[in-house]
């Protein structure tokens, strides 16, 4: 007995010995990849690439915040709801540590580094059926797409855009250890506008005429940069930029009694490009519009001052601000599963941009009344007739309100006309939002605040 | 028991070696009243296999042979007695309550005799912990141990409690001891995937207190250095009871409790309500015919007095039962013992809604295969049921809808269904508790079988193979008619968490004497395996509110599950040493290898080394009557903190980031092949004093444990794509003192009177951090040189009388900043508003005017605990307390935030006005928006969160024994008591013991819409045969 046990003990125990020091404290993740084997196959690579259109779903960025918060900010949309955070940009009061100013700062961010692998790691791989140009193409759009939205919150000045104002850290190869994660200061303006230009050319030039729905391509990135250049007030390039759009017939607006199915359906043929959401891969969009009563949280409502901006008879305003149920909403987010998509590029901007373009240029203005009447009649209203050029680009920037209603243009406008001032703001300082605190913090200081925050 | 337990091992182990000449005698052990003493160990003077123990009269009959001459007689909690053999035949023998030193203290793979510790140990034994009405263990300790700090983080039925040994010794990391029953280390915390707002489950609530025989709290290295790099939040050893050689004793224990919330919170009524609302409007606009419609708010223009009230607290609190019946049968013979339990508990939450019920099963067997091999495992089985609700930092919570909604909403509309206030994202609270179904179901088995093989004198060996497993499931349907469910046309998950852990423990240890000097040697090693799965799929869109199964849902997602693993492997070697029990020497060493560390670091050492020295045990003071026990003691050593996740090292590059319905892939996480387990290096100092025959002892301990290498995120630059990296960097400091004192005031055969106080104090310092300080939950900070559970925010000075006032702040923040639009606060503060300090001087109130404001943590904890008997009658109430800390009342930021919508207190009639021009800071001017922050982190809403709860009174009568006799019964005992009775306290939220943040090691004491604890009155009976 004595024997038995014990020669079953030392058994157990050396064959539990010998299991445990082999594998027991040797073990690999289960559910994800170990970030030491990088992005190494075709099949990884192209992973990264969906990945990083997906940075661009975040509730952060294109999922809401970035735009709602701006429509928040121009005052096109009440803030109703609790959060404090939004409340900051409804009053007009951002601090420098806004949750919201922050998440949307590390968003975009953790969103360039993703196009960062793919564009460091998309020359090494040889598999011949890798797009290798294109994929590199679609990371540097998205890369450059990124920091433009970085430079037109946080950077510029409060006066606009392109004209010597501050910038914001460029980090243009992947974050792969605590090394290369050390803090760089905010690059000029200047700078951030290079590479951002550098991106899209490159897109432009490399990037295939399709990459299907959702995907980016030629003409998403030509009509993007026409949008670059409008910021910039480079009045020509814009105007010929948009014109390629249009020209290329690609799209077609869909027609005013319609105007709401753009957003009911998705992907009418306007749409240039269109952030695709599923049941699967949801957005919180309706939901923080919706009443309670309809599954919402009632945050954010239609402004009374949008919706009184459309003029009689203007075929957008039951798709802009509704009156059925739930009120003052809008048709452009209804479904509270989640699954709206998001438009970020509609051929009626290009429209527009041109009509603007050629009236601050003061050239065409006869092309630059039919731009801005394309747009206008399809809402059935009359033709804007005067021709000042001043009026027209006023009538633009009105019609721009309108028809981007809950697209986050408006901030935009304001900020590159210069106008924040005569928007309520009685510290133009405010047009810039502040480099979240943490940010400046862990810095030490080295990314420089704000003026003012 | 314990000791019982061992002695009847060693009994039995030696039974057969022993003499045969024949001498039978006789006996019954009592205490000072007379009571039987039932299990008490009678053993030979000369020979310890020689002994037995008393049956459930207090008898015993024990053969003695021709050698021995006298009797040693022990009882656990009484002085063990010497009784010296005549020629009678039968002996009565009468125990004193008191001595403790000879009592057995469960160690780390061991037991040593109290006298020869030389660590810091707290025990808390059955009896401390029958009277309570607590579900779990862990709340079992509260008030019970000095240097124990425990909190239940809310009322929540079945809801986490903290425990924190010594101060918290890690930020990041796990702060809660280790716990070990019978020997194995289980799994603690939270298996939920769904997320109800703040409070979470707590696996300990699976294990039935009534099963536990002793809990021992290993406080300092010296004592719990040898669990390694588990071990530096202290370890729990908790034993449980086990059989006795015995007629078999049945035992039933049952109790039926009340409960109900002891204070509420007044509301404003709904006429107030709406008067405050068209006020805040008036306000924001400046125009006195403003009405709540032109601001987008709906239903709030016509006369205030016209509202009905809801008083939604009355809506939702309840008074609510509590109970649990116990059945145990503990008996056996000389060879074979066992120790069978049965437990259901049940207890509704005096919120509406919540519950939780368990239902435990507890089998302990012992067998002795021969006179060397003693085998045996320990089972227990249980399963618990949590009805779970909202809570807390949640719109749809419960109690906070409760407060967030506003009184002139009545509960139902005409129609029947729910009134919802449009204005509001919040739900109806009652909706919150009617209409969801959230149901937790948490099975657990906890066994282990093992063999102890006595090798030679002295020498024995075991091996033992346990199993600790957690299966919870969870369910949560909200139909339509709640606003989470109405959107998506009901909404269901069901998710699973399975946890397995393995585990082999292999020790040996030998213990010999030559002369004076006696030593113990430890050696063994232990391998633990850890697998972990999880499941959770979501549906949406189902045929109605009836059937709620995810087979009914017509939209599936959400689909997921998850597997993690960490394995442990570990050697340790202890060597306890004393000459002539005056001089003790104790070292311990533990290898641990983690798999949860960098490949660089898997491997780590911790020693620890105690010396201690019995002064009472020298002539000078042997046999002193004054002074019957001195001692003290010294120790050092290091201890580890493994509680982070189980690849925190790892970089990953994370699946799930799709798009158009296709795979993507990111990079989500940074590496690091360094990362090793947290050191906390500790020094113990203590004194064990005890006075006339120990009726008096003391028990002070000075401690200082420095944790270095503490595991934090190091917050990365959010422009690098991560906004933070694991790292060993931080260094935190916890310096205090702990003391306990024990009185026999009176102690004779018809009276007694014991009282035990402990009251604990420490300091905590973060002496190093990573970098800039972070703040925590709402108002909590982390930041070198302060405390760990500062607070931070901005102060408020004073409440703005005149516009002239602001006006002249104005002035001044354009001449300090020479900028022309600087303000001193906004463009929209107006009196009324409240004036925040300029702490830096610079003009204007920026993110910089915040200091820190005072901390979380109290300058004294403790307990004291008053026992008396009389005759039958037993008699005990226990006061716990804690004085000194603050509490951030997150609460009161929106029930007095007088900003918008929410539902308000009824103290905002104390609001500024121009009529009301109060300098009280806690009640500026009501304004929709609060575009002056009035609402933003500051000391408004910090409190003082002392409090002393009379947190059990019990009283019991034991109908004496000859009635009990007649009736069948060996004992009958009824009782009644109360949990929480009274509670003292300033802190004008529900409850100031609570922590919204459950288990944080950074934010802890804020109250946020938490459920309170409740007041229990109970009643019982224990009947045993």
């Known amino acids: 007995m004595k024997n038995k046990f014990l020669s079953f003990m030392i058994l157990g125990m050396a064959s539990l010995f010998l299991h445990s020091c082999t594998s027991n404290i040797e073990l690999e993740p289960f559910t994800a990849l170990d970030a030491s084997t990088g992005f190494k196959t075709r099949q990884d690579v192209e992973a990264a690439i969906l990945g990083s259109y997906n940075s661009l779903q975040n509730a952060n960025y294109y999922g809401l915040r970035i735009w709602a918060l701006d429509e928040i900010y121009s005052g096109t949309l009440t803030h109703t709801g609790t959060f404090p955070s939004f409340a900051q940009f409804a009053t007009k009061a951002l601090l420098a540590n806004n949750t919201e100013?922050?998440?949307?700062?590390?968003?975009?961010?953790?969103?360039?580094?993703?196009?960062?692998?793919?564009?460091?790691?998309?020359?090494?791989?040889?598999?011949?059926?890798?797009?290798?140009?294109?994929?590199?193409?679609?990371?540097r759009f998205l890369r450059g797409f990124h920091y433009f939205n970085l430079l037109t919150h946080y950077g510029g000045k409060p006066e606009g855009f392109n004209k010597g104002g501050v910038g914001v850290p460029i980090f243009l190869t992947p974050t792969l250890t605590s090394e290369d994660a050390a803090p760089k200061a905010r690059a000029t303006e200047a700078d951030v506008w290079k590479v951002i230009l550098e991106d899209v050319d490159y897109a432009i030039t490399n990037l295939r005429d399709n990459n299907g729905i959702g995907r980016v391509n030629k003409m998403v990135a030509t009509a993007m940069k026409a949008r670059m250049h409008l910021m910039r007030e480079e009045w020509q390039a814009a105007s010929d930029l948009a014109l390629t759009v249009i020209n290329s017939k690609r799209y077609t607006l869909?027609?005013?009694?319609?105007?709401?199915?753009?957003?009911?359906?998705?992907?009418?043929?306007?749409?240039?490009?269109?952030?695709?959401?599923?049941i699967n891969n949801v957005n919180a969009i309706a939901f923080h519009y919706y009443p309670t009563a309809n599954g919402g949280r009632n945050e954010v409502t239609s402004a009374t001052a949008l919706r009184n901006l459309h003029e009689a008879n203007d075929l957008r305003l039951k798709t802009n601000v509704t009156t059925g149920v739930p009120a003052n909403k809008t048709l452009k987010f209804t479904r509270v599963a989640g699954d709206d998509n998001v438009q970020i590029l509609r051929l009626s901007e290009m429209h527009l941009i041109r009509a603007e373009a050629l009236a601050r240029l003061n050239k065409d203005i006869d092309v630059s009344l039919v731009e801005l009447n394309t747009v206008r009649k399809r809402a059935g209203l009359a033709d804007f007739t005067d021709k000042t050029p001043a009026k027209i680009v006023e009538a633009v920037l009105k019609e721009r309100i309108i028809e981007f209603a809950h697209e986050g243009h408006r901030w935009m406008d304001i900020r590159r006309t210069n106008a924040v001032a005569a928007n309520g703001f009685t510290q133009v300082f405010?047009?810039?939002?502040?480099?979240?605190?943490r940010e400046v913090d862990t810095s030490g200081k080295l990314i420089a605040q704000n003026d003012q925050y | 028991m314990m000791k019982k337990f061992l002695t009847m091992m060693l009994l039995v182990t030696f039974s057969c070696v022993t003499s045969y000449a024949q001498r039978m005698i006789t006996g019954k052990v009592t205490d000072a009243s007379g009571e039987p003493l039932i299990g008490a160990n009678v053993v030979a003077k000369e020979d310890a296999n020689i002994g037995t123990i008393t049956d459930v009269d207090g008898n015993f009959t024990l053969n003695v042979g021709s050698i021995v001459t006298a009797l040693v007689v022990s009882y656990t909690g009484y002085n063990t007695t010497d009784v010296k053999l005549t020629t009678e035949a039968?002996?009565?023998v009468k125990l004193q309550v008191g001595q403790l030193l000879d009592e057995l203290v469960v160690v780390g793979y061991g037991s040593q005799k109290r006298s020869d510790i030389t660590g810091s140990v707290s025990q808390i034994n059955s009896g401390n912990i029958e009277k309570?009405?607590?579900?779990?263990?862990?709340?079992?300790?509260?008030?019970q141990a000095a240097g124990v700090q425990v909190t239940s983080a809310s009322g929540t039925p079945g809801g986490s409690v903290n425990v924190k040994v010594r101060g918290n010794s890690s930020i990041s990391s796990g702060s809660q001891p280790l716990y070990v029953i019978d020997g194995v280390p289980i799994a603690e915390g939270n298996f939920s995937q769904i997320g109800f707002g703040n409070q979470i489950t707590n696996a300990l609530a699976n294990l039935n207190p009534s099963e536990i025989e002793s809990m021992e709290i290993l406080k300092d290295a010296a004592a719990s250095a040898i669990y390694g790099s588990r071990a530096a939040n202290g370890v729990v050893l908790i034993t449980t009871k086990r059989g006795a050689s015995q007629k078999t004793k049945i035992e039933i224990n049952s109790y039926y409790g009340s409960?109900?919330?002891?204070?509420?919170?007044?509301?404003?009524?709904?006429?107030?309500?709406?008067?405050?609302?068209?006020?805040?409007?008036?306000?924001r606009t400046g125009n006195p015919a403003s009405l709540p419609s032109s601001q987008g708010l709906r239903n709030l223009d016509a006369d205030p007095a016209t509202y009905p009230n809801t008083n939604w607290q009355d809506e939702i609190l309840q008074t609510a039962p509590i109970s649990q019946t116990d059945l145990s049968f503990q008996g056996g013979n000389e060879s074979t013992k066992f120790y069978l339990s049965g437990s259901f508990f049940t207890q509704d939450g005096i919120i509406k809604g919540s519950g939780f019920d368990r239902y435990s099963f507890r089998a302990n067997l012992d067998n002795n295969v021969n006179k060397r091999l003693k085998i045996g495992n320990s089972t227990s089985i249980s399963?618990?049921?949590s009805l779970r609700i909202n809570n807390d930092n949640n719109i749809n919570g419960v109690l906070s809808a409760a407060f967030l909604t506003a009184s002139h909403i009545p509960v139902y509309n005409p129609d029947g269904t729910y009134a919802k206030d449009v204005n509001a994202s919040v739900e109806n609270p009652v909706a919150a508790y009617k209409e969801p179904t959230n149901d937790a179901f948490n099975n657990r088995i906890l066994s282990s079988i093992f063999g102890e093989y006595n090798i030679a004198k002295g020498w024995n060996f075991t091996t033992r193979f346990s199993l600790d497993y957690i299966g919870f499931e969870e369910f949560r349907f909200s139909p339509t008619t709640l606003n989470s469910g109405a959107g998506v046309n009901g909404l269901a998950v069901e998710a699973g968490a399975t946890d397995l852990n393995l585990i082999n423990e292999n020790f040996t240890n030998y213990t010999n004497s030559f002369g004076k000097l006696n030593f113990d040697i430890l050696l063994g090693t232990s391998f633990q395996s850890n697998e972990s799965r999880t499941f959770f799929g979501q549906g949406e869109n189902f045929p109605g509110n009836t059937i709620k199964t995810l087979n009914a849902a017509s939209v599936k997602k959400d689909l997921s599950s998850g597997r993690s693993a960490y394995g442990l492997n570990s050697y340790f070697s202890r060597l306890n040493m004393n000459f002539d029990e005056k001089y003790y020497i104790t070292a311990s060493l533990r290898a641990d290898g983690s798999s949860r560390f960098g490949a660089n670091q898997r491997w780590g050492v911790f020693p620890a080394f105690a010396v201690s020295y019995r002064v009472s045990e020298e002539s000078f003071l042997k046999g002193n009557n004054t002074i019957s026990d001195l001692k003290i003691r010294a120790s050092w050593g290091i201890r580890g903190n493994q509680d982070i996740a189980n690849f925190a090292s790892r970089g990953f590059i994370s699946p799930n980031n799709n798009y158009l319905m296709r795979a993507g892939l990111a990079p989500t996480s940074l590496g690091n092949p360094n990362l090793t387990w947290e050191e906390r290096t500790d020094i113990d100092l203590g004194l064990i004093l005890g006075l006339f025959k120990n009726r008096l002892s003391f028990e002070i301990d000075l401690y200082e444990g420095v944790t270095n290498q503490l595991l934090l995120n190091r917050p990365l630059v959010g422009s690098s794509g991560f906004t933070g990296i694991n790292e060993n960097i931080g260094s935190l400091k916890n310096r205090g003192i702990d003391g306990s004192m024990k009185i026999f005031i009176v102690d004779n055969s018809k009276f007694t009177w014991k009282t035990t106080i402990n009251a604990s104090a420490f300091e905590s310092e973060i002496t190093k951090l990573a970098g800039t300080p972070f703040a925590a939950g709402f108002a909590s900070w982390v930041q070198e040189g302060e405390a760990l559970g500062a607070f931070r925010g901005f102060r408020a000075e004073r409440i703005f009388q005149t516009q002239a006032e602001i006006d002249a702040l104005n002035t001044t923040a354009r001449e300090k900043t020479g900028r022309a639009t600087a303000l001193y606060q906004t463009s929209l503060t107006r009196p009324g508003d409240i004036q925040f300090k300029d702490l830096d001087k610079d003009g204007v109130i920026t993110t910089s005017d915040q200091e820190i404001l005072g901390n979380a943590n109290p300058k004294v904890f403790g307990g004291i605990t008053n026992e008396f008997s009389f005759g039958g009658i037993d008699f005990s109430f226990f006061f716990q307390g804690s004085y000194g800390n603050l509490l951030f009342n997150n609460t009161r930021a929106f029930a007095e935030g007088m900003n918008g919508v929410f539902g308000q207190a009824g103290s905002v009639k104390n609001r500024w006005t121009p009529t009301n021009p109060t300098t009280d800071i806690k009640y500026p001017r009501a304004v929709l928006g609060d575009p002056n922050n009035n609402r933003r982190t500051s000391d408004r809403f910090l409190e003082d969160g002392s409090y002393l709860r009379l947190k059990n009174v019990n009283i019991g009568y034991k109908i004496p024994s000859d009635v009990t006799k007649r009736l069948g019964l060996s004992s009958l005992r009824i009782f009644a008591g109360g949990q929480n009775l009274l509670t003292f306290t300033k802190y004008t939220g529900f409850d100031p013991e609570v922590s919204t943040f459950a288990n944080s090691n950074t934010a802890p004491g804020t109250d946020f819409l938490t459920f309170p604890q409740a007041r229990v009155v109970t009643g019982g009976i224990n009947i045993q045969f």
């Open chain 1, 101 to 139: 100013t922050t998440n949307v700062w590390n968003t975009i961010y953790a969103g360039i580094n993703r196009t960062n692998n793919v564009i460091a790691s998309a020359p090494s791989i040889n598999d011949p059926a890798f797009l290798k140009e294109n994929a590199i193409a679609e990371a």
């Open chain 1, 254 to 278: 869909l027609p005013g009694a319609s105007y709401e199915n753009i957003y009911l359906n998705k992907n009418s043929t306007e749409a240039i490009w269109e952030l695709q959401y599923d």
């Open chain 1, 430 to 437: 405010r047009a810039l939002w502040p480099i979240p605190e």
């Open chain 2, 90 to 92: 039968n002996y009565e």
């Open chain 2, 132 to 143: 309570l009405v607590v579900t779990s263990i862990d709340q079992a300790m509260q008030g």
């Open chain 2, 259 to 283: 409960q109900n919330v002891w204070k509420t919170i007044e509301p404003a009524t709904g006429p107030e309500y709406v008067a405050l609302i068209q006020e805040m409007v008036r306000n």
């Open chain 2, 383 to 385: 399963r618990t049921k």
